[in-house]
T-cell receptor, first 112, second 117 residues
Framework: GENVEQHPSTLSVQEGDSAVIKCTYS??????FPWYKQELGKRPQLIID?????GEKKDQRIAVTLNKTAKHFSLHITETQPEDSAVYFC???????????FGKGTRLSVIA | GAVVSQHPSWVICKSGTSVKIECRSL??????MFWYRQFPKQSLMLMAT?????????EQGVEKDKFLINHASLTLSTLTVTSAHPEDSSFYIC?????????????FGPGTRLTVT
């Protein structure tokens, strides 16, 4: 089955700096890669996603890149703000009918 | 994005009792819902996949007789934790799937924090 590795497990950055979180997946047939943000005690929120036919997607300060050959995808957050502090989960899905497989999460701390 | 609600948001129960958690998709029909469990500072662990009108598919290691899942309608799925024990204390989150632009997307409910005393 699909396996998703996520790194780093914790990340601290100064406010205004960029943060990058990387994930690798095992199944080359995976075609959907969402990123979720989870604040303490709250639900995971979908913040951005990318499909396998696209190499990069951007939404304001957030971008995701996908390298299908290397089977990895990354989340990029620019001009970080304290409210970006949260746990971020990447996920991958083999096909439309299968459950998402999640990475273990990255705890991002943005230091003011 | 799509809206998923979950009730209750938190519950405390005594060991040996049963607890029912409801998950509703408010503005779309969800043919598939997922139930996750999350321990503190850990990732989301998929417990089961629930398809409307059929039996749930449980992940390996999840006891189907302990975690009863019912998905009787396109907008409601329930998880019942039977004969709860303290080790069942956890954060339970449902997720509903819908189709946008030909691709499935998942949205999460707010979660239910279960404490078994």
């Amino acid at each position: 089955g699909e396996n998703v590795e996520q790194h780093p497990s914790t990340l601290s950055v100064q406010e205004g700096d960029s943060a990058v979180i990387k994930c690798t997946y095992s199944d080359s047939a995976s075609n959907y890669f969402p990123w979720y943000k989870q604040e303490l005690g709250k639900r995971p929120q979908l913040i951005i996603d990318i499909r396998s036919n696209v190499g990069e997607k951007k939404d304001q300060r957030i971008a995701v890149t996908l390298n299908k050959t290397a089977k990895h995808f990354s989340l990029h957050i620019t001009e970080t703000q304290p409210e970006d502090s949260a746990v971020y989960f990447c996920a991958a899905r083999f096909s439309g009918n299968t459950p998402l497989v999640f990475g273990k999460g990255t705890r991002l701390s943005v230091i003011a | 994005g799509a809206v998923v609600s979950q009730h209750p948001s938190w519950v405390i129960c005594k060991s040996g009792t049963s607890v029912k958690i409801e998950c509703r998709s408010l503005d779309f029909q969800a043919t598939t819902m997922f139930w996750y469990r999350q321990f503190p500072k850990q990732s989301l662990m998929l417990m089961a996949t629930s398809n409307e009108g059929s039996k749930a598919t449980y992940e390996q290691g999840v006891e189907k007789d302990k975690f009863l899942i019912n998905h009787a309608s396109l907008t409601l799925s329930t998880l019942t934790v039977t004969s709860a024990h303290p080790e069942d204390s956890s954060f339970y989150i449902c997720s509903a799937r819908w189709v946008r632009d030909g691709t499935y997307e998942q949205y999460f409910g707010p979660g239910t924090r279960l404490t078994v005393t």
